[in-house]
């Protein structure tokens, strides 16, 4: 196997390897993310405690991506990439002590390297891809992205799935060790087949550099910051624990649920550009991001009002969210294409890691929405905000620039 993948070209080799490692990171952190929010409801945790497990992963991948992708630039990809999956490790092997050790306190301290890792990861390998691209050819780097992204999401699904079964088979101890062991093998492999000079910008950026000049990037990065605040206020803990605690879910269908989820919106992510016609015409650009975003907006109010009043609670939340994912997949495949193609690429991993940075601050924002909502006013009302969030969303897409403008 190793020697087919050494005979490719150079470019699809590094991109295998790239997508190779992110998809196992994926199913690690889609896992572990399921794992802390159903052990520790399990274990009597409020929602919005529970909540509190993930604030520290958000507000680290905050400074990561800032960090990171100076660090990128200077280092190399492969570096913090590896570094990613190193961190992963380590933080699951935190949670490998003595139960009565698991206190909010430490599996915050966890969750935060794990935070880090993640976003380590996800910076470095889509970056990665505007180095083996050509910049004539946009709708290559279109495709491929989708297709990265894409198949990460379908993935984090899986690791949705499989942190539930595992729970449920072997124990939350169980489940953490057999995670640790095999992302080190994938470590391992990504550290001898990864190009060691990867993504290392010619000239040094300076740290100031992290904050990009571009106002299509900032503005691209203020959409992404509301489009996935308003997905993570009713996904992170608003739906599991409704599933759980008010339909009386076991964990595993729940983890099935979720899974199922995520994995249509990675395959449709990934199918994009031939569901959308970009890969026969032309790449998409800004007016495209705020046509994606028109119908998430509807879509959660619809599924509100049928929670709110209890009409056909469970087909709307089956259905309405598949629907609604397959809509936001399309936008947030866009919106991952745009922020390759609007970066520097003397600096990509600096564009990206502060692009990045406005995805993790959305997320914190909505994952803290997610638990405090919840436990005051419902799940019907986080979709109401996630409605909300997504009509701000589609004002600043608005403003970003047309193919004719770049």
Known sequence: MLNRLKALP?????????????????VSDGALRMLVVLFFHQLGYSPLEVAMLFVLYEFFGIVTNLVGGWLAARLGLNVTMHLGLLLQVIALAMLLVDPQWLTVAYVMVAQALSGIAKDLNKMSAKSSIKMLVADDAQSTLFKWISI????????????????????????FRGAILV???????VLIFSIVMLQRDLGKAKIKPKFSD??????????????RFFLFGSRDI???VALPVFLHAQLEWPAIYVGA???????????????????????????PDGYHVWLWSLPLIVLPLIIAGAVYFQWAVL???TVGLLVYGAVFAINSAIHSYLIVSYADAAGVSLDVGFYYMANAAGRLF?????????????????????????????IISKMLPRQAQL
């Open 10 to 26: 150079v470019a699809i080799q590094q991109y295998l390897v790239v997508t190779f490692s992110y998809w196992a990171f994926t």
């Open 148 to 171: 990265l992204t894409g198949s990460k999401n379908a993935l984090k699904g899986v690791g949705f799935f499989v942190g539930a079964a595992l729970l449920s088979w072997i124990g």
């Open 179 to 185: 995670m640790a062991a095999v992302l080190l093998v």
């Open 210 to 223: 992290i904050w990009s000049k571009s106002a299509a990037v900032n503005r691209l990065s203020l959409a």
């Open 234 to 236: 009713w996904f992170v």
């Open 257 to 283: 649920l979720l899974a199922a989820w995520v994995i249509a919106y990675g395959i449709v992510q990934a199918l994009a550009p031939k569901l959308t016609g970009f890969s026969k015409q032309h790449a």
């Open 315 to 317: 087909p709307a939340l």
């Open 366 to 394: 909505g994952t803290l929405l997610s638990g405090w909502v919840y436990q005051v006013a419902g799940l019907a009302a986080c979709l109401v905000i996630s409605a909300l969030m997504i009509f701000a969303a589609s």
